[in-house]
């Protein structure tokens, strides 16, 4: 089943798309969601397993809210509380929701560092 993760803007989207494999879609909202907006989303995910993250702050719950309404079997990934949202969330954190959330086989490991 193909699989598409929605976040809030594109910076969390850069992330996301350095840290998965090309062939899960990522989404934005871009920070705000209208019935129209909603609709594209759906149009886009169409039958895809869904994932939701969203940054750990109002807005982010906000519209987490509001998409899980839309997406009621959503599954939701989540960021620390006092990480600058997805984006500023270190790629360690973020591998480790990926892999809570079950997505570990599509996760692109960065290389180890030598020193």
Do not use: H
């Amino acid at each position: 089943m193909a699989i598409t993760v929605i976040v809030e803007g594109k910076n969390d989207k850069s992330k996301l798309r350095r840290l998965l494999s090309p062939e899960i879609k990522i989404l934005c909202t871009f920070g705000s969601l209208s019935s129209l907006k909603l609709d594209q989303l759906r149009k886009q995910a169409g039958d895809d397993e869904i994932y939701l993250f969203m940054d750990n702050d109002a807005s982010g719950k906000k519209i987490r809210g509001i998409l899980r309404d839309a997406f009621p079997d959503a599954e939701q990934i989540y960021t620390r509380r006092g990480y600058a949202g997805v984006e500023g969330t270190p790629d360690e954190y973020v591998i480790a929701q990926l892999e809570k959330a079950g997505l570990e086989e599509f996760i692109l490991y960065p290389p180890p560092e030598f020193y």
